[in-house]
């Protein structure tokens, strides 16, 4: 606690003053009724910048987009009943895919809490089952604890996002602050066991065909360097979650790319015959690991993860170690004898050979992965890539040279539509230098498209690139490959234009439907600065290969 | 059923519960959900504050399951979760408040 002459404050006023110590600049939210006390405290702050979301759904993934592409916690706001519902799914997002946030809501007044009143729900309660911690407040006093806390939590050991809801009168209830509590940060992990980590050394020392595999974690942990070091001190073949992609350079010689449901055949066979699995951030997803009773059927499993419960979650681990990514990397590399396994990496290099990932029409912008190649093309490392969910994601997981942690930011564990527009909102408002690329989809991004006009009040630096193909393709290729062909509700009838809408909230536009030299295009669109719509048009038939049927073994893909 | 064959079938099915946790009134909610969205069933639940009301005592009795030592991990990481021992079926917590069951 910092001691000043006391104040007398408000409730309001207190969170406003608490958000300050806690270094935060941006947040986004939309006001309400029951949030009006705060709001009115805010706009009185110099340092917090208030950006207006047009649905909080939105709020809530431009607070994503800026925690996912700093590491640091980020606040989004909402109003009580309606508002605080519609953040729930971006809440659940950030649970499933660990990222640190910290949501405020309003609530009615305490003594019409439980009387149905105007824009109540149980916020508390409908907030349990995806945050890492809730706090419902009863008096401004409180808050003095609770917001510190609640960044305190909200980073702390694996990362998540807490829900702090504040009635309307503990935001109008004055009360006198003499001492300031210090703002919240990470807490300590205690150091990994170094009896579990000599043990990890010698089964990696003894194997023959390691492989390791990197999760979100190792983002989470900021260990890329270490994991990569680690990877090329002992001469491990290396294959990344969809949340772990750019924490090794996808053209590093160890890297084999994505594994699982949509990895390459390379990939997955190399798994299947792999004596010693490292998993390192990472949770033995059903995406990644296909059946789990066949996956890695061979191998010894070593598992280093921060959270305990994920230790024999999905696969039971000869050594589990619990710790924070980094520092076990540092205690255990040390202790591997530095290998070139050419035995080991002439079989990855062979099957690499005979059964890559294929990727047809990379060199023709007009195709899915031709797009794809020729936007990271225009750009470099720096640029910011986000996705809505669907064919485009997974396209642009396989062909998209992710190389620096951060760089990628998908919605992973949720798997939600209308993610990527406000999370690139975000991320180009907590860095504005960046280029943010947003991969959307026609599905995707009618879920947020109401954020097109947030995007254009902020000027951000956000380019869209919308691939059409008038369907919700990820489920129309499921039904075209294992419901019998029997397309149904995953073709639109009525397709927007996408081009007047994007005019239609301030927009720059390109179609490159239009365009007789689409790489040029591109090239000067995503080189103008401010929100640009990339309008292309794709097959509907095209799908994304190969592809791991749901609950199937990885080794049985299906294409590519 | 005779008491013996009561007793035996209780100790090979279930396990007793003991958390200590922070008296407020979302615990149990958090502490419960961990098992309902699991679908795993609590058979008994006795909550009564400690000492000077801060902290409480929840005992929960649950089916031995292979699930069990995932759900005590994840009770453990509950905020307000300070301490989760395991004890079994035969702990008298539950026993001797059969006479309220009748």
């Not at chain 1, 485009?392 to 190389?403: D, E, G, K, N, S």
């Not at chain 1, 080189?527 to 080794?555: C, F, W, Y």
Request: a negative charge; hydrophobic letters at 45%; glycine letters at 8%.
């Amino acid at each position: 606690m910092s001691t000043k002459k006391p104040e007398t404050l408000t409730g309001a006023q207190i969170v406003v003053r608490l958000l300050e110590r806690q270094g935060v600049t941006t947040l986004a939210g939309i006001p309400g009724g029951a949030i009006l006390p705060f709001y009115d405290a805010l706009s009185q702050s110099t340092q917090l910048r208030h950006v207006l979301a047009r649905h909080e759904q939105g709020a809530g993934f431009m607070a994503q987009g800026m925690a996912r592409a700093t590491g640091e916690v980020a606040v989004c706001l909402a109003s009580s009943g309606p508002g605080a519902t519609n953040l729930v799914t971006a809440i659940a997002d950030a649970k499933l895919d660990s990222i640190p946030l910290v949501a405020i809501t309003g609530q009615v007044p305490k003594p019409m809490i439980g009387t149905d009143a105007f824009q109540e729900v149980d916020t508390y309660g409908l907030s349990i089952p995806i945050t890492k911690h809730n706090f419902l407040v009863g008096s401004a006093e409180e808050l003095l604890d609770v917001i510190p806390r609640a960044f305190r939590l909200a980073v702390s050991g694996r990362p998540g996002p807490v829900l702090v809801d504040i009635p309307k009168d503990v935001q109008n209830q004055r009360v006198d602050v003499s001492e300031w509590p210090e703002p919240g940060v990470a807490e300590s992990i205690p150091l990994p066991s170094s009896e579990l980590i000599a043990r990890a050394a010698a089964m990696i020392n003894a194997s023959k065909t390691p492989m390791l595999y990197l999760g979100g974690g190792v983002v989470h942990s900021g260990a890329s360097s270490e994991a990569t070091a680690f990877a090329e001190k002992a001469g491990l073949p290396t294959v990344m979650t969809l949340m772990a992609l750019g924490t090794m350079p996808v053209d590093h010689a160890l890297s084999l790319g994505m594994l699982g449901m949509h990895g390459a055949r390379y990939t997955n066979y190399l798994l299947d015959e792999c004596d010693l699995l490292i998993a390192v951030g990472a949770r033995f997803d059903d995406r990644a690991t296909g059946k789990v009773a066949a996956f890695c059927p061979q191998a010894k499993i070593i598992h280093i993860d921060i959270d305990p419960s994920e230790l024999d979650k999905i696969k039971t681990a000869h050594v589990g170690i619990q710790g924070d990514v980094k520092a076990v990397l540092e205690q255990l590399v040390p202790q591997v004898h530095a290998a070139l396994r050419t035995d080991w990496l002439s079989r990855v290099a062979e099957l690499k050979a005979a059964h890559p990932l294929r990727m047809p029409g990379i060199d023709d912008p007009r195709t899915p992965y031709g797009l794809i190649r020729a936007v990271a093309d225009c750009l470099d490392d720096e640029a910011t890539i986000t996705t809505d969910v669907g064919q485009h994601q997974m396209w642009v997981a396989q062909a998209y040279p992710l190389r620096r942690p951060r760089q990628w930011l998908t919605s992973g564990g949720l798997g939600t539509m209308g993610f990527g527009l406000p999370a690139a909102i975000g991320a180009a408002l907590a860095e504005p230098e960046r280029t943010v690329v947003c991969f959307s989809g026609d599905g995707s991004i009618l879920m947020n498209v109401q954020e097109f006009a947030s995007a254009a009040e902020e000027d951000v630096n956000v380019k869209v690139v919308l691939m059409n193909n008038s369907s919700l393709g990820l489920v129309f290729q499921q039904q075209t490959m294992f419901y019998g062909e029997r397309i149904f509700s995953s073709k639109f009838k009525g397709v927007p234009n996408f081009i007047k809408v994007a005019e239609g909230f301030g927009w720059q536009t390109l179609d490159l439907d239009k365009e007789n030299d689409p790489q040029a295009a591109l090239s000067k669109a995503l080189a103008t600065r401010g929100p640009m719509l990339i309008h292309a048009s794709i097959d509907m038939n095209e799908q994304v290969l190969p592809m791991v049927a749901p609950g199937a073994a990885n080794k049985d893909m299906i294409g590519g | 059923m005779n008491s013996i064959t009561k007793h035996e079938s209780r100790t090979l099915a279930h396990t007793v519960l003991e958390l200590n946790v922070n008296n407020h009134a979302g615990v149990m909610s958090h502490v419960v959900g961990m098992f309902s969205r699991r679908a795993y069933n609590v058979e008994g639940i006795l909550c009564m504050p400690v000492g000077n009301g801060k902290t409480s005592r929840i005992w929960l009795m649950v089916n031995e399951d292979e699930r069990l030592d995932q759900m005590v991990k994840q009770v453990e990481k509950l905020e307000d979760v300070l301490a989760v021992r395991r004890h079994g079926a035969a702990h008298e917590v539950f026993e001797r408040l059969e006479e309220f069951f009748q």
